[in-house]
């Protein structure tokens, strides 16, 4: 994996003499062959470039850092984003900063470790570059290369947000009842199941009724269709506060009708679960 930009944050020369005094790990890193995925490899050369920038800079410390790192990515352990408490930060970074890292985290977690390894991974180097040169907060345009990397690589991996289409559902009901049915059930438990599967979602619950009979009972009756498929929902897990109920009487028809027309398909209650 190319790590340019690390290259280009300093003037990498020739290391040599290793040995005898810190940044010694250095060497350790850069003589192994990396065995773990294809994250973890990427990884690996991604904090070897740094180590090796960091060295040249004459901060064996963090020469010695990154290298660890880059050998633990190398030996197949899970290597996190640095978290911030490990670095002196200036107290007016801690908000940018930690708006990245958990960005970065999520997408980790969210499948970017396999489905897009290599950018995965220079973004995760990337932002410990810019954690460790922000410590550091004597170089500015170090500063601000990691972070334009960090920025540059999490474009490609910040998931898109998903578009919610609302669901609809309908539970009919015999003549003059209220009672749920098996199949009503069954609806309910689809609508429960689509509104379990959408956190933060709410479900509409509006009951209806045909034109048969008084339009005065017809309005209670609808009320108590709604009231039915609102308990079979809470008791399928929906909490109460996110179901929002009306009833209509009958009025708003399914098919229209003249008045005092039995009519299945206007006995009903809708229910839309949306955001």
């Known amino acids: 994996m190319a790590f340019s930009l690390f290259r280009t944050v300093v003037a990498v020369g020739t290391v040599s003499a290793l040995t005898g005094c810190a940044g010694t790990m250095l060497d350790d890193a850069q003589g192994i062959d990396p065995a773990g995925t294809p994250f973890q490899n990427a990884l690996y050369s991604g904090y070897v470039d740094l180590a090796l920038a960091e060295y ?14 880059a050998l633990a990515a190398a030996g197949g352990q899970a290597v996190m984003p640095q978290a911030l408490e490990e670095r002196r930060l200036p107290s007016d970074s ?15 977690d969210a499948n970017a470790r396999s489905g897009q ?27 601000a290369a990691c972070r334009e990397a960090f920025e540059t ?12 289409e609302p669901r609809s559902y309908t539970v009919y009901f015999a003549t003059a009842s ?9 609806v309910v438990r689809q609508a429960a199941d689509a509104a379990e599967a959408n956190a933060g979602s709410r479900v509409e619950v509006v009951g209806h ?4 009979g008084d339009p005065a009972a017809n309005a209670r009756l609808s009320g108590q269709r709604a009231e039915a498929v609102k308990a079979a929902l809470v008791e399928r897990g929906v909490p109460t506060g996110r179901i929002v109920m009306s009833a209509t009487g009958e009025q708003d028809l399914a098919e229209p009708t003249g008045d005092n027309t039995d009519n299945r398909l206007n006995r009903r209650v809708e229910i839309t679960v949306t955001k």
Do not use: H, K
């Open 56 to 69: 040249d800079e004459g901060d064996y410390r963090d020469s010695d850092y990154f290298s660890r790192q």
């Open 94 to 108: 801690l908000g940018a900063l930690g708006d990245a890292r958990s960005r970065l985290v999520a997408a980790l």
């Open 117 to 143: 390894p290599t950018i995965a991974a220079e973004a995760q180097a990337a932002f410990d570059c810019w954690i460790q040169e922000q410590e550091e907060n004597d170089q500015p345009g170090d500063i």
């Open 153 to 164: 690589a999490m474009a490609r991996l910040d998931p898109q947000p998903m578009v919610f």
């Open 178 to 186: 209220s009672n749920l049915t098996g199949s009503a059930l069954e």
């Open 209 to 212: 009724t045909d034109t048969v």
